[in-house]
């Protein structure tokens, strides 16, 4: 195994609360000024409400975080003119407001791929970091030597089957035109590059701030595209989810790697196995992602409450970033025993449209 040298490995999420009344306002007022056409550009998912829903995901990041990784370097939560109400001020941790990150001609923004293409500008940010959704939680105690090179990091597959080769569609999800975007580009640049058209684990992400940068000036017309965008739009997907992996790779910055992970989607018919399995599989995971895939349920959705459940018997110590207040949920699902709960969700799950097997939305 290579030695990595013993700097700060610094932490980055982007965090929202979709229910803030205020934030709700100002997405709103955002879509309304939208030009009509531009609302065919629009991913498929990329309004709904699964894709800001706060369901307390962040807390147990940072539990599992502070877990598994008590080595981290300092954190940062990048987000919009808002805080988590149980957050406790810190030394360890930088709330990032989004007008202190990005120019004002990119403001407001709805598309966490614009946000994420920011993020390597944090001041004082780490030359090696970690970029984390809050969806995503370490599992088992992590080894910076196992997602770090001496040059690059590591990267994994995801258990999805491959993109088919074709132009960017609009019935495409976010992450689908990514790859094809990728591959597109990097084809253009040499006529002999070759790639799988799998797609990457939704999981924490190594990242170095110089290949960023340095990205930044060889493919400008990327970032201009995706910073362009005010909510997802299918013709400028992700770059940091794909074409700068993708890119890295090609250069021999990256390596792949397997990772013991599981992702579950939370509107899927079988959610409830899939957290069963979680469960029984937490500690000998590297990583798993519990995908808000409930689009517009409401937050007292029992599938919704089952997760909190799940993640509370998993991570149920506070981390030193929580005040000491217990943990604040809506609904009295989650105090109920688990059998009512499962009962909930199949309920739900008997009204909801099949989804299993479907596409990640990350």
Known sequence: ????????????YLWVDGNDSSWRAKRQAALA??????????????????????NHEL???LRALEKFFPQHGHVYIVTDAQAPDWLRPSDRLTLVDHRELMPEASLPTFDSGHI??????????????????????LGAPLNPADWFTPNGFYLTWSDEPPVTDEAMRMDATS?????????????????????TFRTFAHSPRPMRRSLLLALEGAAPEL????????????????????FVLRWALAHSLAQMRTYRHRHVSTGDVDQHSQLQALAAEFGALDFFCINDTTDDAHLDDPRLQQVQSVLQAML?????????????????????GAAEINQGVQAAAAHQTPVSGSRRRA
């Open 59 to 61: 807390r147990y990041s």
């Open 33 to 54: 000024q939208l030009p009509r056409d531009t609302g065919a550009a629009m991913a498929r998912y990329s309004n709904v409400e699964g894709r800001f829903r706060d």
């Open 116 to 137: 994420e293409s920011w993020i390597h500008h944090i001041p004082g940010l780490s030359e090696r970091y970690f970029y984390f959704n809050d969806d995503v939680f």
């Open 223 to 242: 970032f201009a595209g995706v910073r362009s965008t005010v909510f997802r739009s299918w013709d400028k997907p992700t770059i940091v989810s794909d």
């Open 1 to 12: 195994m290579h030695h990595l040298p013993e700097e700060p490995i610094d932490v980055v």
């Open 316 to 336: 149920p110590q506070a981390s030193g970033f929580e005040q000491s207040q217990g943990i604040a949920v809506s609904g009295s699902a989650v105090l109920a």
């Open 175 to 195: 992450l689908e035109n990514a790859c094809r975007l990728s591959i597109e580009w990097l084809r253009a640049q040499d006529a002999l590059y070759q790639s």
